[in-house]
């Protein structure tokens, strides 16, 4: 995972030193590090944005969820990277204990590391993309229809995208400048939290995977019971080290799977409320020069909101794999033959049954496979009480 947290850390996320070191006792935390100091500007920073978020709520005489979902946006990404911060306090002392187990028992996957890399790449690819489509939604309102005291482009851009700080503080271009950096890591840390729970699942079923390979390996053949023991002591130490991990990483779980079921409820009322439509630009008597002919707001959000299903999808069936590999063992323990079996399989087979072992967003849920579409009913549910309490309708008035 070198590559992902020194992605993240360029975004002040998880700020331990050391991470390029083969070695991980050379990993260590240091609150007097330009990464954490780094780290904890960008919480300040992104503190900022919810304060003035949530001025602008006490100031608005019209509240709707529409117009305020910038808080819930903030916020999150604000406490997502005051988790990373707490993560990075303990993600030495974990990595130690991972490199104990990898010297005792290590890990043959060797492409690990591409898929790790992959996810990384693309997954932050596309949520480039994503950020590139929403500023071009908002720059071609302001191509469109310039501001009445004729500021520049940029001042009136951003002046644009971020009412709720600009109506309280005088605009200056550094001050812009910081605004938009901002708003970059927030828009970061939202894909990130996925991109970190994809990889720490596809090494964790790794681990699980290895030990059912072993099993799978002697199928058909005779055994001796201290086989069986040496491979429920790998199972155990493997089931151990998703607990260690689900304790450090399972408030990013939490806010992960939060984050992507609130947006996809959003943007799907969104799509209801308003359609797949051109905006009416400002000038009715001169050619439309805006890129996308006044779609450009339609293109974001059409593909955001798939990129978001796509991803929510993504995570939800990766981090599953972790439960699944668990369980995968007792298919090949029920093959053992009557010959070889003893009760050390026994006691396996039991451990298997009796233990559940799975990533968990904090206790409050497990993530399993069935998880998938408890969230697609939950989608349904929140949705129709959505459009109940805003009266949006899916339905179109007939062309005027």
């Known amino acids: 995972m070198k590559l992902t947290v020194i992605v ?48 602008k709520l006490f100031k608005d005489t019209d509240v709707s969820l529409m117009s305020n979902t910038s808080i819930v946006f903030y916020a999150t990404n604000c406490l997502t990277t005051i988790l990373f911060l707490r993560i990075a306090t303990r993600w030495p002392r974990l990595c130690q204990q991972i490199s104990r187990i990898e010297a005792a028992n290590p890990n043959p996957d060797s492409t690990l590391i591409r898929k790790c890399n992959a996810a990384c790449i693309i997954i932050l690819s596309l949520a480039v993309l994503e950020h590139v489509l929403s500023d071009l939604s908002a720059l071609s309102g302001v191509l469109d229809c310039p501001s009445p005291d004729g500021s520049p482009i940029y001042e009136a851009f951003i002046t644009h995208s971020f009412p709720w700080i600009y109506s309280y503080v005088a605009y200056n271009d550094v001050l812009g400048l910081l ?54 002591e790998d199972y155990c130490r493997a089931t151990t080290l998703v607990r260690k991990i689900d304790d450090v990483i399972g408030g990013i779980i939490f806010i992960s799977f939060a984050n992507n079921l609130f947006f996809i409820c959003l943007q799907l009322l969104h799509t209801l409320a308003d359609g797949v439509k051109q905006k ?35 995570v939800s069936l990766i981090a599953a794999q972790v439960h699944t590999a668990s369980k995968r063992p007792a ?41 998938v579409l408890t969230i697609a009913g939950t989608i349904v549910t929140y949705e129709l009480v959505l459009m109940q309490f805003t009266g949006v309708t899916p339905t179109s008035a007939p062309p005027t």
Request: hydrophobic share 45%; glycine share 6%; charged share 15%.
């Open 8 to 55: 993240g850390q360029m975004f002040g996320l998880n700020p331990v030193l050391g991470v390029s070191e083969k070695d991980s006792s050379l990993l260590r935390f240091s609150i007097c590090s330009w990464r954490t100091t780094y780290s904890i500007l960008s919480i300040l920073g992104q503190g900022t944005f919810v304060f003035f978020c949530i001025l």
């Open 179 to 232: 605004t938009q950096i901002v708003d970059i890591q927030c828009t970061f840390n939202w894909n990130f939290s996925d991109i970190f729970v994809i990889c720490i699942s596809l090494y964790l079923t790794s681990r699980l995977d290895q030990v059912y390979k072993r099993i799978a390996a002697v199928r058909g053949k005779y055994v001796p019971p201290t086989f069986w023991r040496a491979m429920r």
């Open 280 to 314: 009416p630009s400002c000038h009715f008597d001169s050619p439309d020069e805006r890129p996308l002919q006044g779609y450009e707001n339609a293109v974001y959000f059409v593909y955001s909101f798939i990129f978001l299903v796509a991803r929510s999808l993504a």
């Open 331 to 371: 298919h090949a323990l029920y093959r053992v033959s009557s010959a070889a079996y003893c009760v050390e399989v026994q006691r396996f087979l039991d451990q298997i049954h009796t233990d559940t072992v799975a990533l968990s967003g904090i206790q409050f849920f497990n993530v399993k496979r069935g998880l």
